[in-house]
């Protein structure tokens, strides 16, 4: 008998389940990620709504004492990975989990179960959220740096390219990548972003992971306005649910911090790409590149003339490629339909954007958007992410996130049958 599609992805998720934490997918990524769990936990709550849970608090029990979550938690050995532990040396960073928690109160079957796990997370979602700021926001303008490309998830965009020539390659300890040893190597980043990867590692961990004094130390600090949509997003959802829980403090200083952001963000609109630029912080200049990166806003409650904008711009960008949304205007110079996140889509951001996108009203551009995944999907499996032109499945194979939001479109369009 021949497997639903909804039945394919249960059974991915299954399959990348070690118990209390799921594994992106066996050999490319064996450990457990911070991004990738709190999208996991999403699809599993349909199948196991207990297991759902676990997810975030297998997450958090590894929070550290400064309030942030690591955004890798290396379980167990596995030199199928680089850089492991042994590289990092933290002797013990992209926030969506304060949505997920949303979603499984709101969701939840068992609503004492989830009133006490809830209740337990919001106050270790709410310190991640101060680190962001204390750590990554030093003058308090609202917004967040990141100051390595992989806290933004989105490690080779080409948002970064021009930043990313200020960190040095000299000095760098030898390393053999494993990531191109299961997958294509034209699908990933090239061996000069890698080493400027580990060299920022190896100054950071130089300083002893001190993070009061990473961002000012940071020679690539940018402000990513899809990064900081997440956050505003996460602030904005653990406040209304602190107010439904009986904790108006949390819920109050939750609310003002996406507040802040929310009109700081104003300074990033470009009104010639119709969407949000992101910022390097160094030179106190907007990066002209036009990514994904500036459509996740929509995303947060951002006002409704910046959501339709982007919604218009999204309905563009789908009369140039077969599949939305490509995590790059095809258009524009740097663009590789392939290449992680030079252009390729992920189902990940189809998921952020279409929701978005769904509570402004633009029902129709986010029906597209779902559509168009769930077609990449019965063409190329579940895999990591997909050539928006051609359809073509990149990076790693039955793929847990991808999985998880394929069960998620599924529940949302009645479907899973």
């Given at each position: ?296 806003p929509v995303f947060a409650p951002i006002a409704q003339p910046r959501a339709d904008a982007i919604a218009a711009r999204i309905e563009d960008l789908g009369r140039r490629v077969n599949f939305l ?93």
């Open positions: 008998m021949t497997q639903t599609l909804y039945e394919q992805a249960l059974e991915i998720l299954e399959r990348n389940d070690l118990g209390t934490y799921t594994i992106p997918t066996h050999g490319l990524y064996p450990f457990q990620w911070n991004w990738d769990s709190a999208l996991s936990a999403i699809g599993q709550f349909y199948s196991d709504e207990d297991r759902g849970w676990t997810e975030i608090e297998t997450l958090f029990a590894h929070q550290w004492e400064d309030g942030m979550v690591p955004h890798i938690i290396f379980h167990k050995e596995d030199d199928g990975y680089y850089p492991g532990p042994e590289v990092w040396r933290t002797n013990r960073v992209v926030p969506t989990t304060g949505i997920t928690v949303s979603r499984l109160f709101d969701r939840a079957k068992d609503k004492d179960m989830a009133r006490k796990r809830a209740a337990a997370l919001l106050p270790a979602i709410a310190r991640w959220h101060d680190w962001f700021f204390r750590t990554r926001d030093p003058e308090g303008a609202g917004l967040a740096a990141i100051i390595h490309p992989w806290e933004s998830g989105r490690d080779n965009s080409i948002d970064w390219d021009e930043a990313f020539e200020r960190v040095p390659t000299e000095g760098v300890e030898a390393f053999t990548r494993r990531d191109t040893l299961h997958t294509n190597p034209a699908h990933r980043p090239t061996e000069e972003q890698y080493k400027r990867y580990i060299w920022l590692v190896q100054h950071f961990r130089g300083l002893n992971w001190d993070s009061e004094k990473l961002h000012d130390a940071s020679p690539f600090r940018i402000v990513d306005p899809g990064f900081n949509a997440i956050l505003m997003r996460s602030c904005t959802d653990l406040a209304a649910l602190a107010d439904e829980l009986g904790m108006p403090d949390l819920a109050a200083h939750s609310r003002a911090q996406a507040a802040k952001g929310l009109a700081a963000m104003e300074a990033l609109w470009s009104g010639k790409h119709q969407q949000y630029l992101c910022q390097d912080r160094v030179t106190g200049s907007l990066i002209d590149s036009p990514s994904v990166g500036g459509l996740l949304l490509p995590s790059h205007d095809p258009a524009a110079e740097g663009y590789d339909g392939s290449r992680y996140w030079r252009g390729p889509a992920w189902l990940i951001v189809n998921y952020m954007v279409s929701d978005g996108l769904m509570r402004d009203g633009h029902e129709r551009t986010a029906a597209r958007i779902i559509d168009d995944s769930v077609k990449l999907i019965l063409s190329g499996g579940f895999s990591e992410y997909f050539d928006p032109i051609t359809g073509e499945p990149c990076g790693g194979s039955d793929f847990t996130w991808t999985a998880a939001m394929v069960i998620e479109f599924l529940n949302l369009t009645k479907g899973k049958e």
